[in-house]
């Protein structure tokens, strides 16, 4: 099991950006995949983006696409979302989760674990 502390949400105007954070602890991490996924106000939560363990395979979502950037930091148990160009649309909680399929997936049902997700909200 990969425990995960999400951080780095808050209010930005459209056109702006933040970066996400994920902390992961556990002696596995960097055998698991990582995503992140959001889940906006009345809305089903969906994939946003995932990495390989290696780093060497993401994936994105349409809608995150050339503005969305997702790495990781095996060395510190680290994994970020550097989101540029925000929308209205795209303001949700956002959560981060491990996979063991190395190679990532967008599927919510291959996921195990997950962080309590951290607030992002955009204005226009």
């Known amino acids: 099991q990969v425990q995960l502390v999400e951080s780095g949400g808050g209010l930005v105007q459209a056109g702006g950006s933040l970066r996400l954070s994920c902390a992961a602890s556990g002696r596995t991490f960097s055998s698991h995949a990582m995503g992140w996924f959001r889940q906006g106000p009345g809305k089903e939560r969906e994939f946003v983006a995932s990495i390989s363990w290696r780093g060497e395979i993401t994936r994105y979502a349409n809608s995150v696409k050339g503005r969305f950037t997702l790495s990781r930091d095996n060395a510190k148990n680290l994994v970020y979302l550097q989101m540029n160009s925000l929308k209205p649309e795209d303001t949700a909680v956002y959560y981060c989760?491990?996979?063991?399929?190395?190679?990532?997936?967008?599927?919510?049902?291959?996921?195990?674990?997950w962080g309590q997700g951290t607030q992002v909200t955009v204005s226009s």
């Open positions: 989760a491990a996979s063991p399929r190395s190679g990532g997936s967008s599927e919510i049902a291959d996921f195990g674990s």
